[in-house]
């Protein structure tokens, strides 16, 4: 009871311009919360003299079209033009000095961040802030964790600055903003619900501002008819990742592909969702490629569900700019695909790794093989059953896991040995490491020394996906490459800011250099072709790889 009418004295009178309406009290709200956001309460009145930093994110005065037009003509920009170019306006510079001066706030309390002159930081009393925002301020309590913060449920501009400045934290937003979250803080909803907030705070990303989004572009590969929709990416953000509302990607259609945007994909919708919720503000390309490649049915794959890699690699490989990263979430049982399509299509994989591009694909939802595992070479035996492009030395297979603490795996993650390609060099330690406890267990069902996979995995379960409007819940190891991919559209981002070249083909860093860049999966298997398939293990096993991506680690290893 008391703290209800607390809360009504508190906010009841939030935003609303003083009687002498000067240029730094004419308030517009930016933004306010109908009701205390969930998971958190109000504890008490904000003490006036407690002081914090107020970080003020200015917009920028640059337009991404302009840097796509330098790129087309494979011009590129400097590190000090680039710089220039997503400094703020000098005169949004300006007026955001003038009001941080009539505040009180001098030149020299400013603290510009460093690697973009974007935020502004300036340490304040409560009073401080409550008079620049028109606001007041209290303290919440968190209570599943206890954790206090001081946080508004509204705050305004001076009008004048709603132009100038696009945020000011913190205000109203509650969730864990500092970055360094380890797995503990990755709140338990996640154990049944992914949400991009579930998987920047279990990769730690969520910490990470990127800074080169000018010069870095995500891809994502869409076959079969399946579309991303423009729609439902918008109603996603606005739930799930409000930052990024309005953020918007480019399709482009390879070989007849279309783009309904009356047929929203699920398939489509989660990897674009899931890329971009982590990978935001970086720059998305949607493929929609039409065509069938060749094929060759088994028991598990009896008509043509096959994707034509051939026409888009050919296509991918012709253009002047290609993404740092990208991924696909679509594979076949290897038998399937003809081995002299595969060979070709994998060593163009190569190529793409080669011009600085990392390649992800899922390694598939059906353990170690999915239906009878029969082969199609009409002897009919039951062998594990590899999936390509997973198999494929070239590429970056992601597994599956699920839960949070600890993440262990998620059964139907693919992983095996291909029957086609055999094990690169990078990874014979390991992958000769894990056979070694395996002994003569499944002798006969793989191929010993094939390339092993995955190579790494992420989680894989219970994605709130929107779809149609709606959001469903969505597995497989598909959503599993795509929240990869935005993990590594970071590292790249990373990278070029600091003036190093992309990551492109980078197996061999991973099973190397970056091995201790990513968290161990140690339970749980990937049952199949009637057996329970292979146990994950410490180090790398195939059903995880090596293990879950940690982005601040990979950060300093990279
Ligand atoms: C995104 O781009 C598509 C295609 O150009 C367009 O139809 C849609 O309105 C855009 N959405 C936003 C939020 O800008
Ligand atoms: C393999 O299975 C197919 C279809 O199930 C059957 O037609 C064929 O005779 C079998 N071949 C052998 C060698 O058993
Ligand atoms: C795989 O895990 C799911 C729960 O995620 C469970 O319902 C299912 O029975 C498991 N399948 C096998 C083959 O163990």
């Given at each position: 009871?008391?703290?209800?009418?607390?809360?009504?004295?508190?906010?009841?009178?939030?935003?609303?311009?003083?009687?002498?309406?000067?240029?730094?009290?004419?308030?517009?709200?930016?933004?306010?919360?109908?009701?205390?956001?969930?998971?958190?309460?109000?504890?008490?009145?904000?003490?006036?003299?407690?002081?914090?930093?107020?970080?003020?994110?200015?917009?920028?005065?640059?337009?991404?079209?302009?840097?796509?037009?330098?790129?087309?003509?494979?011009?590129?920009?400097?590190?000090?033009?680039?710089?220039?170019?997503?400094?703020?306006?000098?005169?949004?510079?300006?007026?955001?000095?003038?009001?941080?001066?009539?505040?009180?706030?001098?030149?020299?309390?400013?603290?510009?961040?460093?690697?973009?002159?974007?935020?502004?930081?300036?340490?304040?009393?409560?009073?401080?802030?409550?008079?620049?925002?028109?606001?007041?301020?209290?303290?919440?309590?968190?209570?599943?964790?206890?954790?206090?913060?001081?946080?508004?449920?509204?705050?305004?501009?001076?009008?004048?600055?709603?132009?100038?400045?696009?945020?000011?934290?913190?205000?109203?937003?509650?969730?864990?903003?500092?970055?360094?979250?380890?797995?503990?803080?990755?709140?338990?909803?996640?154990?049944?619900?992914?949400?991009?907030?579930?998987?920047?705070?279990?990769?730690?990303?969520?910490?990470?501002?990127?800074?080169?989004?000018?010069?870095?572009?995500?891809?994502?590969?869409?076959?079969?008819?399946?579309?991303?929709?423009?729609?439902?990416?918008?109603?996603?953000?606005?739930?799930?990742?409000?930052?990024?509302?309005?953020?918007?990607?480019?399709?482009?259609?390879?070989?007849?592909?279309?783009?309904?945007?009356?047929?929203?994909?699920?398939?489509?919708?989660?990897?674009?969702?899931?890329?971009?919720?982590?990978?935001?503000?970086?720059?998305?390309?949607?493929?929609?490629t039409g065509g069938s490649p060749p094929f060759k049915p088994d028991t598990h794959t009896p008509t043509n569900t096959n994707e034509p890699y051939l026409e888009w690699l050919n296509f991918v490989l012709g253009q002047k700019e290609i993404p740092s990263v990208i991924s696909t979430s679509?594979?076949?049982?290897?038998?399937?695909?003809?081995?002299?399509y595969a060979t070709e299509v994998c060593n163009l994989f190569a190529q793409l790794g080669s011009t600085g591009t990392t390649v992800f694909f899922s390694s598939g939802d059906f353990g170690v093989g999915g239906g009878d595992c029969k082969t199609n070479d009409g002897t009919n035996q039951?062998?594990?059953?590899?999936?390509?492009?997973?198999?494929?030395?070239?590429?970056?297979?992601?597994?599956?896991?699920?839960?949070?603490?600890?993440?262990?795996?998620?059964?139907?993650?693919?992983?095996?040995?291909?029957?086609?390609?055999?094990?690169?060099?990078?990874?014979?330690?390991?992958?000769?490491?894990?056979?070694?406890?395996?002994?003569?267990?499944?002798?006969?069902?793989?191929?010993?020394?094939?390339?092993?996979?995955?190579?790494?995995?992420?989680?894989?379960?219970?994605?709130?996906?929107?779809?149609?409007?709606?959001?469903?819940?969505?597995?497989?190891?598909?959503?599993?490459?795509?929240?990869?991919?935005?993990?590594?559209?970071?590292?790249?981002?990373?990278?070029?800011?600091?003036?190093?070249?992309?990551?492109?083909?980078?197996?061999?860093?991973?099973?190397?250099?970056?091995?201790?860049?990513?968290?161990?999966?140690?339970?749980?298997?990937?049952?199949?072709?009637?057996?329970?398939?292979?146990?994950?293990?410490?180090?790398?096993?195939?059903?995880?790889?090596?293990?879950?991506?940690?982005?601040?680690?990979?950060?300093?290893?990279?």
């Open positions: 009871m008391l703290w209800c009418s607390a809360f009504i004295l508190l906010f009841a009178h939030i935003v609303i311009a003083s009687p002498v309406a000067g240029r730094w009290d004419d308030f517009v709200e930016k933004h306010s919360w109908v009701e205390i956001p969930k998971g958190w309460e109000l504890y008490s009145e904000a003490p006036s003299s407690y002081t914090f930093d107020l970080r003020i994110g200015l917009k920028q005065g640059w337009s991404l079209s302009y840097f796509r037009g330098f790129d087309r003509y494979g011009q590129h920009l400097s590190k000090e033009e680039a710089e220039e170019f997503v400094r703020p306006r000098p005169e949004s510079a300006e007026a955001v000095e003038a009001w941080l001066k009539a505040h009180g706030i001098a030149a020299d309390d400013v603290v510009h961040r460093t690697g973009g002159a974007d935020w502004i930081t300036v340490r304040v009393s409560v009073a401080q802030a409550e008079r620049m925002l028109g606001t007041k301020y209290a303290v919440f309590y968190h209570t599943k964790s206890g954790e206090m913060a001081v946080r508004t449920m509204s705050y305004g501009l001076p009008r004048e600055l709603h132009s100038h400045i696009n945020l000011v934290a913190p205000t109203t937003y509650f969730s864990n903003e500092e970055p360094a979250a380890s797995d503990s803080d990755t709140p338990s909803s996640c154990d049944s619900k992914i949400t991009p907030d579930c998987l920047r705070t279990l990769y730690n990303t969520e910490g990470y501002a990127p800074r080169a989004a000018h010069k870095n572009t995500l891809g994502i590969a869409g076959y079969l008819e399946d579309y991303a929709n423009h729609a439902d990416l918008q109603a996603f953000y606005k739930q799930f990742r409000p930052d990024a509302t309005g953020f918007n990607y480019s399709t482009v259609r390879v070989n007849g592909g279309l783009d309904d945007q009356t047929k929203p994909g699920v398939e489509s919708n989660l990897d674009v969702q899931y890329s971009t919720g982590i990978s935001f503000p970086t720059p998305t390309t949607f493929w929609s679509y594979g076949d049982d290897e038998q399937t695909v003809p081995r002299d039951t062998l594990f059953q590899p999936m390509f492009p997973a198999s494929c030395p070239f590429v970056t297979a992601v597994g599956g896991t699920t839960k949070t603490n600890p993440e262990v795996v998620a059964n139907l993650s693919g992983g095996g040995f291909s029957r086609y390609f055999s094990s690169p060099g990078y990874q014979r330690t390991a992958v000769k490491k894990y056979l070694g406890t395996l002994g003569n267990t499944y002798a006969g069902l793989f191929a010993k020394g094939g390339r092993a996979y995955p190579d790494v995995s992420a989680q894989s379960m219970n994605f709130q996906v929107v779809a149609g409007g709606k959001v469903i819940s969505v597995a497989g190891t598909s959503a599993s490459s795509p929240t990869v991919a935005g993990v590594f559209a970071l590292l790249n981002d990373y990278r070029i800011s600091e003036g190093k070249p992309k990551l492109g083909f980078v197996n061999p860093l991973l099973y190397s250099t970056a091995a201790s860049g990513f968290n161990d999966i140690t339970s749980g298997s990937n049952p199949g072709c009637g057996t329970s398939g292979f146990a994950a293990r410490p180090g790398w096993d195939p059903v995880t790889g090596l293990g879950t991506p940690d982005f601040s680690k990979l950060k300093d290893l990279v």
